[in-house]
């Protein structure tokens, strides 16, 4: 299980994007940056979550029915 970070090119600065409270990490496999890198979809428990990086870092949940995995931009 992992957690996210960003972090200034030099290691300053860093900031826990997900999970955004102490909650289960997640694997490679269910996270994706958004073509911008503004944001990051993450699948936790079946769940997607949009994670905006910048600023507050908001934490929208997009499904609640289980069913989502390995979430890719298009």
């Known amino acids: 299980q992992y957690d996210w970070f960003v972090m200034n090119q030099d290691g ?3 900031a826990r994007v997900f ?8 694997t490679l496999q269910q ?3 958004s073509p911008d890198g ?3 979809i993450v699948a936790q428990d079946g769940n997607l979550f949009m994670v905006e990086v910048e600023g507050q ?3 929208r ?3 609640a029915d289980g069913g989502g995995s390995q979430p890719k931009w298009r």
């Open 31 to 33: 996270a994706a940056w």
């Open 38 to 40: 503004r944001a990051l």
């Open 19 to 26: 999970p955004v409270r102490d909650e289960r990490g997640v």
């Open 61 to 63: 949940q997009l499904t």
């Open 12 to 14: 300053s600065n860093k």
């Open 57 to 59: 870092r908001t934490l």
